[in-house]
Every structure is written in C-alpha cells, then in structure tokens.
C-alpha cells in the first residue's frame, strides 16, 4: 500500500518571511538569545532564520562555536511540534556539511536525538533518522550511535515505522554494523531484514540486503544468516529487475557463502543457474559479486563439477574491462580446474 509522503510544511500561522533574518557574525549571537526566549513565536522565527543560515558551512562553523547546539539540544524537548520540527530541522541541515557533522558527534546530538523516535511527528523522526544516517557515516558516529544504545530501538522501528524512515534507519545500520553486530543480532535483526527483502520498495529491498552483507562480513552473522534461512531469499533476489537489489543480494551471499553451512544451504537452494546467469551477462553490476560467490561454491565436488561444465563463461569473463572482474575470474578458473 502506498504511503503518504512527510510533509515538512510549517503551520499556517507560522510566516517564515517574518523571521529576523541575521546575516553576519554579529547577528548569530541575537539569534541564539532569540533561541533562548520565553517567548514562542520569537523561538520559532529564531529557528526559521537559522534553517537558511546553515546552509552556508561558514555558518555552520560560527554558530557551532558560539555554542548553538546547547540551545538546540534543550529545544528537542520543547513541548511545541513546530520548535521541535524547525530544530531537528537545522541540525539535519548541519549534518550535511563536515564541519556540521564532526560538531554534532562531538557535542553528543545522538543521545538527545534519541528521545524523538517516538515523537508523534512524522517529520520531526525523519529529520532525526536524517542526522543518524548522516552522522553513522563517520566511524566516531558510527561509534556514538552504538555507544547511545540505539542499535535495538533502531532495529525494532524498522517493523513499524514509514516507509521513507525505514529507509535512513537501514542506511544507519548498515554503517554501524560494519563496526559491532553483537546488539543487532540480539535484537533479531537478520529475520526483521529478511521480511524486508521482499519489501515492495526496491530502495528498501537494496538496503535491507546491504546491511545483511554488513552482517555476514561478521562470523557471528554468518552463523545467524545460515539459521534464519535468508540465503534462499537472497538468491530470489538475484532475478530482481533493480540492478542495485542484485548487486547487494549478490554482496551478502558472497560473505555468507564462506562458511561450509552456507555453501550447502546454498547448493541446496540451486544456487548456481542464478549466479551464472549474471556472470554471462556483462554489462550485469553484480557480475563480480557473483564470480566470487560461485567460485566459494567450486570449492565444493558438486559445485566443482556442476561449474566444470560452465568453464567457457568465466573464460569470456578474462576480456572484461573491468580488472577486478579478470582477477575474479581468474581465480575461478583455477578453483574450478583444481583436481584433489
């Protein structure tokens, strides 16, 4: 079913042309005042101004050290939607630029951030899935998405929340379990992804096999791919008609398939015909990922046997263009003429 798209219109009564616009350095410490007022209409233009300004990373720098993010860290709690909208607003804006993003890590937004997952807002949790997904793109916000606690909540949204969020939680997960998967796993994570794989959003579908990938790069991963049966689902993938959804499906049975369960769960999946579809095609991006992922299954006497048959298409494959694409191949072809 399709879903509304989250709107980031303000109230009727909110007129931005009103705003006091401060242009310069000197007028960035009134609008932190302003920030700070009792009053709420001044607080709202204050943060209205402020959205235009960050804009500018020259901004960004001089309202970061004139102690901005205090002030903005004390409104996501304020009990007005539209201050909470407009602060998790500029602070999505500022993490769009370096210098926005290493202030954010440093001054902990992530901890105060946490509290709006289940603000009633949609576009206030949009604009904070935006900062985490910007932020975890660093280690050290990968790091403090982690440290914060997160990882489970994040993983339990993913059943429930928006189809445009589950999008940013995914990007958000698949760079912080690059780093630890231990909480994920804990928190059910592989069968909550392999749900999504058969989402009917292919951006959802793509980034649901990517962070599996992430998963399986992971020994515990592997183990918990293999138990929950997502190979079988992966290798369904690898006829999507969305090249990113192969390259990714591809991507993480290649990291499972390094085990001796996963290769037999995926001989037993007939694995092969799939795989070699892909290779055959050339101008196919999940070709490499595939190369790789059947010469792991050529290490197997069935496997061996069933590709000694196909040798002629990984032999096409040495006149690719791509360097990567003759290395893999290469390798293939020796893994598959090897004799015990």
């Known amino acids: 079913m399709a879903q509304p798209r989250i709107s980031a219109y303000l109230p009727p009564d909110i007129d931005p042309t009103k705003a006091a616009l401060a242009f310069g ?4 410490p009134k609008l932190n005042e302003e920030l700070q007022s009792p009053e709420l209409l001044t607080q709202q233009r204050a943060l209205v101004a402020l959205c235009d ?10 309202a970061i050290a004139l102690g901005f993010l205090d002030s903005l860290k004390a409104l996501l709690v304020h009990e007005d939607q539209t201050v909470r909208q407009k602060t998790t607003e500029v602070l999505s ?20 951030l946490a509290g709006l997952l289940d603000d009633p807002v949609d576009i206030c949790r949009k604009n904070t899935h935006q900062v985490f997904d910007m932020l975890a793109r660093l280690p050290e916000g990968a790091g403090g998405v982690l440290q914060a606690g997160l990882i489970p909540p994040l993983v339990l949204k993913l059943e429930s929340e928006l189809d445009e969020i589950q999008e940013l939680i995914l990007g958000t997960l698949s760079n912080c379990l690059r780093v630890q998967v231990s909480e994920a796993l804990a928190a059910g994570a592989v069968p909550v992804l392999k749900e999504k794989l058969s989402h009917p ?12 990938l992430e998963i399986s790069s992971h020994a515990e991963g592997k183990i918990a791919v293999f138990e929950e049966e997502v190979i079988p689902v992966l290798l369904s993938l690898l006829e999507d008609t969305q090249p990113e959804v192969q390259v990714n499906s591809t991507g993480a049975l290649m990291f499972a398939l390094v085990t001796p369960q996963g290769r037999s769960s995926a001989m037993g999946a007939a694995a092969i015909p799939p795989l070699l579809t892909l290779v055959a095609e050339e101008t196919s991006k999940a070709r490499l990922n595939a190369i790789k ?36 191949a290469e390798i293939a072809i020796t893994v598959i003429d090897w004799k015990p």
């Open 53 to 62: 300004l960050v804009h500018d990373p020259e901004k960004v720098y001089q």
């Open 25 to 28: 350095r000197r007028a960035l």
């Open 93 to 112: 804006v500022m993490a769009l630029h370096s210098i926005g993003r290493e202030g954010l890590i440093r001054s902990g937004v992530i901890s105060a």
């Open 201 to 212: 959003s292919s951006a959802i579908r793509s980034k649901a096999a990517w962070v599996l």
């Open 293 to 328: 992922a059947l010469t792991l299954l050529a290490e197997l006497p069935e496997g061996r046997q069933t590709l000694l048959e196909h040798r002629d298409t990984f032999q096409r494959c040495l006149d690719d263009p791509s360097e990567a694409v003759q290395r893999a």
